[in-house]
């Protein structure tokens, strides 16, 4: 085994019945697992990974470039259609990809926005993109993009949902402005 870090989950809930009443099918989980995995890989572009599922590797990223794993995560179709984003302003900075309109989804699975480095899903992240986008995609389609927000820690709050997917920002107002900006450039 090469240099690097191995995680093995095997048998999760074998010994503690009260859990598995819980559990979906396989599929299911197996699907809320590797939506996980993805969402790590996307971040970490600069890491090598493998996903395995019932001894075959279902998924392989190497390390490589952003826009490479990015691609090999949200299709083609995003990468022939996507722009490059990376604005900064007074501690904050913008980047990543933006799927231009003409490559609109009809869900939302494909929109990942990160906080320093941490995936989350953020109202405010959220409405700030969707405003972003308001004049030039309309009705039941969403864009797709991979951004990324680097913000001073200080400015913003973590601990705001058990799971640490949702955040506050001292200055909401500046932070849903400045990515309103920097997506409608």
Same mark, same amino acid.
């Given at each position: ?59 392989? +990223?190497? =390390?490589?470039?952003? &826009? %490479?794993? @990015? #691609? ?8 022939? !259609?996507? /722009? ?34 941490? +995936?989350? =899903?953020?109202?405010? &992240? %959220?409405? @700030? #993109? ?8 309309? !009705?039941? /389609? ?40 920097? &997506?409608?450039?």
């Amino acid at each position: 085994h090469g240099q690097g870090t191995t995680i093995d989950v095997a048998d999760l809930y074998f010994n503690t019945p009260a859990r598995r009443k819980f559990l979906r099918m396989e599929a299911t989980e197996y699907a809320h697992c590797a939506e996980t995995f993805h969402r790590i890989a996307l971040a970490r572009h600069d890491v090598a990974m493998s996903l395995r599922h019932n001894g075959r590797v279902t998924a392989h +990223f190497p =390390r490589g470039e952003a &826009l %490479a794993r @990015a #691609t090999a995560i949200l299709g083609d179709t995003f990468a022939q !259609g996507c /722009r490059p984003v990376d604005e900064s302003i007074a501690g904050l900075r913008l980047y990543g990809y933006a799927g231009d309109p003409a490559i609109g989804r009809g869900n939302r699975d494909h929109q990942f926005v990160y906080v320093n480095g941490r +995936f989350v =899903r953020d109202k405010l &992240l %959220a409405h @700030a #993109t969707r405003d972003a986008y308001t004049d030039v995609m309309h !009705g039941d /389609r969403f864009p797709a993009f991979a951004l990324f927000l680097d913000i001073d820690p200080s400015a913003v709050d973590v601990n705001v949902h058990p799971a640490k997917t949702e955040v506050r920002f001292r200055d909401s107002r500046a932070v849903h402005q400045f990515i309103v900006r920097a &997506l409608s450039k």
